[in-house]
Structures are given as C-alpha cells and as structure tokens.
C-alpha cells in the first residue's frame, strides 16, 4: 500500500511517515500544504492521501477542501483525514457523497500505532473509518425527525459501530455475540431506515449516512 501524508507540522508528518514504513506501508510523497499535496498525489496516484484539516496559509479548511479535489479528480485514490479537534461540520460534509474510502480521526489516535494502521488499509481497500468520539459527538445533532427513532438500543450500537468502519465480524468481536447475530440486526437495520434490497455495501454506506446526518 502506497501513501501521501500531508501535514504541516514536519514532526507529525514524519513521524506518522515512521510509524506506516515499520508497518510496511510505502510513503511516497510528503507535503506541507494543500498545494502541494495535490500536486504529489496527481504524481504518485497513491492508495491513500493523509490529510490535515487546517493546513496553510489560512489554517482553516485548506486540507478539507483539498481531500475533496482528491475525491473529484482521482476517485481510486482513499482520503484520511485527520484533525486536532472535533469538527463536526467538517465531518458531515466529508461524508456527504458517500463513506467509501473515507477516514476521519482525531489526531490522537496515531498513538494507538495497530488501529491506526488498521485505518489507513481500511480506507486504502475502499472502506471507512471514522473515529469514535467524532461518531458520539455527531450522534449529539440529533434532529427533530430522527430517523434512527426506530432502531433498539443494540440496533444502534450496532450501526455506530458500522460508522467507525468495522465489519460484521469485527462487530460481533467487539460486542461479545456471534457474527450471524450482527447480521440479522443490520438486516433490521437496513429494513427500519427504508434501504431496500440492493448491494450490501451500498446500504451499508446509506445507513452511516443516515446516522451521521440524525
């Protein structure tokens, strides 16, 4: 797996860089601004970008903006961002198009080296990863009109588990119960929130956005 890291602060950025090589994670390009970043990752068509949120010159949403020119012009190529602080609205927009080959993490997080990594060849192979806090903060912007009303408290463990990027095996483990049991609550998921018979990984993506967004 090949990635472009962008940061501007050269000690994370080459830290992070560490961290991915002794894991066995090609870092083909580093970059201190959204400028640049965009240049490296047109040049080395990466499996995944790396992305800062605030990044210069205005250190506001120069990484967020730049992750979403990434998803226009090269759509095989997975986005991880990772921010200092909680942005939900960041977040949101993010995964407003769909959470295949997406990642959103706290900064923090990079300590924790196994699930880091595990994040970047999750969003690498096309899934998602989103970090917990970011999930229970989200889960905060309930609407009026919540479509999760419906869901049991276990049907929503279950699918805050599925917005983190897990898998039904992964679910089952984390929960203590069998992966066929998981199942059969994503398939009460899916028939609660509307998602009609179609590709899994399609509803799945629907049902994330749909808590994100409750």
Do not use: C, W
């Amino acid at each position: 797996m090949r990635v472009v890291i962008a940061d501007d602060a050269v000690l994370l950025r080459a830290g992070v860089a560490r961290l991915l090589e002794d894991a066995g994670i090609e870092v083909v390009g580093q970059a201190g601004d959204a400028e640049d970043l965009l240049r490296k990752v047109g040049a080395h068509k990466p499996d995944v970008a790396i992305v800062d949120v605030r990044m210069p010159p205005t250190q506001t949403d120069e990484g967020l903006r730049a992750a979403a020119v990434i998803r226009e012009r090269h759509p095989g190529v997975g986005v991880l961002v990772l921010s200092q602080y909680v942005e939900e609205t960041y977040a949101l927009e993010l995964f407003d198009d769909g959470a295949a080959g997406l990642g959103y993490l706290l900064k923090d997080r990079v300590a924790d080296v196994e699930r880091f990594v595990d994040a970047v060849r999750r969003v690498g192979e096309g899934g998602s990863a989103l970090d917990p806090e970011v999930v229970g903060r989200l889960l905060g912007r309930r609407r009026r009109e919540d479509p999760l009303e419906a869901l049991s408290p276990r049907e929503r463990e279950v699918l805050g588990h599925m917005a983190e990027g897990r898998s039904n095996a992964a679910i089952a483990a984390e929960l203590v119960v069998t992966e066929r049991a998981v199942e059969k609550h994503v398939t009460s998921i899916f028939s609660k929130l509307g998602l009609t018979a179609g590709a899994e990984t399609h509803r799945r993506v629907l049902a994330v956005l749909a808590y994100l967004r409750a």
